[in-house]
């Protein structure tokens, strides 16, 4: 075919993609159908104009538009990659770990249940073979949530609800496509009746050599844009070359799942690349792949769509009832997964609630679109299957995506619209005024500092003001005096407007590089996390999140099991350098909270909910010095050194703020201002390098803090270090339960504790110790421990406690005290230590 004709289709098809974007918007249709329509009416009207007798002067460009080089090939190794990646890209997956258990529900405990669904109700009504129906059924349950996705981001739904459908999307097309590959294998195997067992235990093995072949490939891709820090096209080159080179590797070389190994590879580039590449690089190479998953997913589409009128050809009547099976089994497969499935593990507290609205607008939502059709071409064009099972895949998965398209697309919209989703609650309403009132109290301050630089009419300066004072007025009085909002709905719009602009006040920092790239999207996380509590459960829903933010992690659990255990330090090191500089960055942001408290907030709902507010503010900081001070007293020094970094990195922000002046002023020209920045990107550069963290040379320093242990000699001192085990505990952990009391005695290094013993409690807090008692007196004072603060906790066995106290008058005299405290007699206490003395 000629190159020019082809390119000439190419640059049209693009055209079309370009006007049908605010075609979708003008009928408020999603554009995926828009898409979908102009695909079908594009190639129906290339085959009615190259068959009918009218006129032949068209049949060159139906000819061309028809005998496009479209195979699924090109689907599947070329757009398909581009998708998936650029998706892993654009994903907070602190916020999709939160939400993980619905999102594997959906994305592969659903995609298998609709697999088995469609695949047996088929083979009930058809006489298709078993394999080749279970085919069917896993080319029909992969979604595209695009459509849903767009209107609940344009009628506000909770963020929650959009991110689990988009992880559920990238994940499920993986899981769907694994499940193709497995079905038809047996397919074109000519083996019509596979055992469920053995199809499914490969399953996992296809999982497994991806995500492996995908980690490999991206940890390579990472080590080598880091080689290329100063030359950012170069790595933009190295991730476009990643998805493709891992797909082809995990297919090719090993028999994996190539979807796998993409969304691997993604995965682990969205984790290791904001750390390892420049900001400003970062941030254009996720705008590159914005732009080529939008041009590959219109793509896709339109050229998917095109093949549709081909697919259609040789139906037949009977056709009909058995897509009408296929939609009735795939939507109540989805339905019993929403809404059987996913109460339970609400009430399990094992998934975050869904409203049965949502999930009926998600069920409704389910589209299905290019990837389908891609995988029935895939069917139709293997010589190794069946003629009549070719022909019946392509009707079948056709018919059911254009049912998709045509009934649930156009009318997804309206069904929200009577589901009530549209509307926004008295909440929302109530902050809807809020921004108004306090987004103009801004304008006024804006233009009246504006209007000071201009020599306008003093006249029409003090009308425009007392027109623009009167609607200010009226917007501030409908925020304070709206009678359908009670007052802990005040505070809750009082947290959510105080965790907005901590957001904002995040992403300013990080575009001045006051907090490092490393760290963005964790605290960007938590402060998402405040907004959404506060949203759904107000204050406790805030205090929660709050709470969260200064915790220690399962990760971090983990990984402290992994260098106690194994004697492996890199993860502990890594999390705790982590989380050193996340709570110095939390510090940071805090403390400039309370000024858009008094300045905001107090204007729109009084000066009892900005005293709330205070009070709640006032906690978090305390709970953020609280956990820095335990992690300075374990790393003396390290706190410092980040401090300092912290204060590299402005000074750098500001030279290159003043270089960038001068220039614009003329006063160095393009020479001397690049040789400046150069110089200014190696030394920013430096400064961007995290100190690093020793974490095995500091604990005899921790040890010598308490004063039980100050009379130790340095040798001593290291032996007891590497004796004592940490352990982290959050507020509420319980340290030692009733039942099974203290085997161990514990010294606080920082935080705090509660005791609970016969009706009495005590609170103990750094450089103090519990568990001595039971040990010492040989029995179980059923004493409960309960944290009341996120604390480090140093463990010493009873057997080392013993031949401690032994040798130390401190630690004997530290227990005596304690014991008095408690009234427990001395005598009592040491009554078997004194014993074994004498006996020694």
């Known amino acids: 075919m000629d190159i020019v004709l082809i390119t000439t289709v190419i640059a049209s098809l693009f055209v079309v993609i370009g006007a049908a974007e605010p075609l979708a918007a003008r009928l408020r249709l999603p554009f995926s159908v828009i898409l979908a329509v102009l695909g079908v009416l594009i190639g129906a009207g290339a085959i009615f104009f190259l068959r009918t007798e009218l006129t032949d002067a068209l049949n060159p460009v139906a000819e061309a538009i028809l005998g496009l080089p479209i195979r699924s090939n090109v689907f599947l190794y070329v757009f398909l990659p581009t998708l998936l990646f650029q998706a892993t890209l654009g994903m907070n997956l602190r916020r999709m770990l939160d939400d993980w258990v619905p999102i594997l529900v959906l994305a592969v405990v659903a995609v298998v249940v609709a697999t088995l669904s469609v695949g047996y109700a088929l083979s009930w009504v058809s006489t298709l073979p078993l394999a080749a129906c279970l085919l069917i059924g896993a080319i029909v349950s992969t979604t595209d949530p695009s459509a849903v996705v767009t209107i609940f981001r344009s009628i506000s739904a909770p963020r929650r609800l959009a991110r689990i459908i988009e992880g559920e999307s990238l994940l499920n097309d993986a ?61 933009i080159s190295i991730s476009v070359a990643l998805p493709y080179l ?92 929403l809404f059987a499935l996913l109460p339970v593990l609400a009430r399990l507290r094992l998934s975050p609630p869904v409203e049965r609205p949502y999930r009926a607008a998600i069920l409704w939502g389910g589209l299905r679109g290019a990837v389908t059709l891609a995988l029935a071409l895939a069917v139709t064009e293997s010589a190794r299957v069946p003629d009549d099972i070719q022909r019946v895949v392509g009707i079948l998965a056709t018919g059911f995506t254009l049912f998709t398209l045509i009934v649930q697309g156009t009318t997804l919209r309206w069904v929200i619209g009577r589901l009530g989703l549209d509307r926004l609650s008295p909440l929302d309403e109530a902050l809807s005024r809020q921004v108004v009132a306090v987004a103009l109290q801004t304008v006024r301050e804006d233009v009246a500092r504006t209007t000071e630089n201009y020599e306008l009419g003093h006249d029409i300066v003090r009308s425009e003001a007392k027109r623009f004072g009167e609607r200010l007025g009226d917007a501030v009085k409908s925020a304070e005096d709206s009678a359908d909002i009670l007052d802990r709905d005040r505070i809750t719009l009082g947290l959510i407007a105080l965790a907005g602009h901590e957001r904002d006040t995040i992403l300013v920092r990080v575009r001045e590089r006051t907090i490092s790239a490393r760290m963005a999207e964790r605290v960007l996380s938590d402060a998402d996390r405040l907004i959404e509590g506060a949203r759904s459960n107000g204050r406790n829903g805030y205090q929660r999140a709050a709470r969260r933010s200064v915790a220690y992690g399962q990760a971090f659990r983990v990984a402290l099991l992994l260098h106690n255990r194994l004697g492996v330090s890199r993860p502990l090191v890594q999390l705790t350098a982590d989380r050193f500089e996340a709570l110095l960055s939390q510090r940071l942001i805090l403390r400039d909270l309370g000024a858009f408290i008094d300045g905001r907030i107090r204007r729109i709902h009084g000066r009892r909910v900005a005293e709330l507010l205070h009070e709640l503010l006032a906690r978090r900081i305390e709970a953020v010095e609280t956990a820095l001070e335990g992690m300075r007293l374990q790393y003396p020094g390290y706190a410092e050194e980040l401090e300092r970094r912290f204060i590299r990195r402005t000074a750098l922000r500001l030279e290159e703020r003043e270089y960038q002046a001068m220039r614009d002023d003329g006063l160095v020209g393009a020479e001397v201002y690049t040789a400046l ?52 505990v959050n507020s509420g952990d319980i340290v030692v339960r009733k039942e099974t009391g203290a ?66 008058k401190a630690l004997r005299d530290a227990v005596r005290a304690s014991a008095e405290k408690r009234g427990i007699a001395a005598e009592d206490l040491f009554a078997d230590q004194d014993a074994a003395i004498d006996d020694r």
């Not at 195997?189 to 991806?210: Q, W």
């Not at 500091?698 to 352990?727: C, N």
């Not at 085997?743 to 807090?765: C, D, H, M, N, P």
């Open 246 to 337: 891992a797909y082809i590797g995990a297919e090719q070389s090993i028999g994996a799942s190539g979807v796998i190994a993409v969304v691997a590879a993604g995965l682990t580039l969205n984790l290791a690349g904001p750390g390892r590449l420049p900001p400003q690089s970062w941030a254009n190479l996720r705008e590159i792949w914005d732009v080529l998953a939008h041009w590959a997913g219109a793509l896709i589409f339109i050229l998917a769509a095109l093949l549709i009128p081909r697919l259609l050809e040789q139906v037949r009547f009977g056709d009909f009832a058995l897509v009408g099976v296929v939609i009735v089994a795939a939507i109540a497969a989805r339905g019993v997964i």
């Open 175 to 235: 899981a769907a496509i694994a499940l193709f590959g497995l079905f038809m294998g047996f397919v074109m195997l000519g083996i019509p009746d596979p055992r469920l067992g053995d199809a499914l235990a490969r399953f996992p093995m296809l999982i497994a050599g991806g995500a492996f072949t995908g980690w490999i490939a991206a940890r390579v891709a990472v080590w080598v844009m880091a080689l290329f820090a100063r030359h950012e096209l170069a790595q």
């Open 743 to 808: 085997k161990s005695v514990y010294f606080i290094a920082s935080g705090a504790v509660e005791l609970e013993t016969a009706g009495q409690s005590w609170r103990l807090g750094r450089r103090e110790m519990f568990g001595q008692m039971a040990i010492l007196l040989n029995k179980s004072p059923r004493t409960e421990v309960r944290a009341i603060a996120p604390s480090t906790l140093l463990v010493l066995d009873e057997a080392r406690f013993r031949r401690l106290l032994r040798g130390s």
């Open 677 to 728: 920045t150069q110089d200014l990107q190696v030394r920013r550069a430096a400064a961007e390098e995290r100190p690093r963290l020793d974490i095995t040379l500091r604990r005899s320093d921790l040890v010598r803090q308490f004063p039980p242990f100050a009379e130790l000699d340095d040798a001593m001192l290291q032996r007891l270090g590497r004796a004592l085990k940490t352990r982290y």
